[in-house]
């Protein structure tokens, strides 16, 4: 199967600075990449939508000048929290979509993130 | 909101069959029913997919009723390494997929 990895797998900053996560796929281009969150004990849920050279489409709730997303290139997307606060604490995961019609999305490991 | 119903959680011997039953009654004609899992602190973990026929891979067997209302998702011989939260989808295209609360599968030695 496809490959997506993460970095970092996890990090620890401190209050009011700012993170940046990467997604790669690594054998395979993506057209659209999913931003996920995760809270303990908690069901993933959908951020944002973020299709190569075009603006992310992010979910009710979830700020966009918060959580910057690029997607640059067909085989990488990145998160960047900013400003973070500990409420920021969470699993982030991305996953890639390869763009064939019955494909599957392929999920990265995931990067932890402990804001103090 | 997920579009999908499994109950939250089952218990597998070890070497036993675990089937995770989920409910899609309201599945339209273009949506796949997909499942994955997610072991504890990883990225979740494609395992299989279907429109309306039975399918088999190397990971599990996915059984599809005939009015695709429901499926049913087969670990032929599960093993301590199956314990994960398992997610039943139905989605079409590239759209996102929404993750329910899953079925939490424990193998038991």
């Known amino acids: 199967g496809a490959v997506v990895s993460q970095h970092p797998s996890r990090v620890i900053c401190k209050s009011g600075t700012s993170v940046k996560i990467e997604c790669r796929s690594l054998?395979?281009?993506?057209?659209?990449m999913f931003w996920y969150r995760q809270f303990p004990k908690q069901s993933l849920m959908l951020m944002a939508t973020?299709?190569?050279?075009?603006?992310?489409?992010?979910e009710q709730g979830v700020e966009k000048d918060k959580f910057l997303i690029n997607h640059a290139s067909l085989t990488l997307s990145t998160l960047t929290v900013t400003s973070a606060h500990p409420e920021d604490s969470s699993f982030y995961i991305c996953?890639?979509?390869?763009?064939?019609?019955?494909?599957?999305?392929?999920f990265g490991p995931g990067t932890r993130l402990l804001v103090l | 909101d997920a579009k999908t119903t499994q109950p939250p959680s089952m218990d597998c011997a070890e070497g036993r069959a675990a089937n995770l039953p989920c409910n899609h009654s309201t599945i339209s004609g273009n949506e796949y029913v997909y499942w994955y899992r997610q072991i504890h602190s990883q990225g979740p973990q494609y395992i299989i997919h279907g429109l309306k026929n039975n399918e088999t891979n190397e990971m599990a067997s996915l059984i599809i009723t005939e009015d695709r209302k429901s499926s049913t998702l087969i670990l032929p011989h599960a093993t301590l390494r199956d314990t994960a939260v398992y997610y039943c989808i139905v989605l079409s295209g590239n759209t996102p997929l929404v993750f329910g609360k899953g079925t939490r599968l424990s193998v038991i030695a």
């Open positions: 054998d395979f281009q993506a057209t659209t």
């Open positions: 996953s890639a979509y390869r763009g064939l019609a019955e494909e599957t999305q392929y």
């Open positions: 973020s299709n190569e050279g075009s603006k992310a489409t992010y």
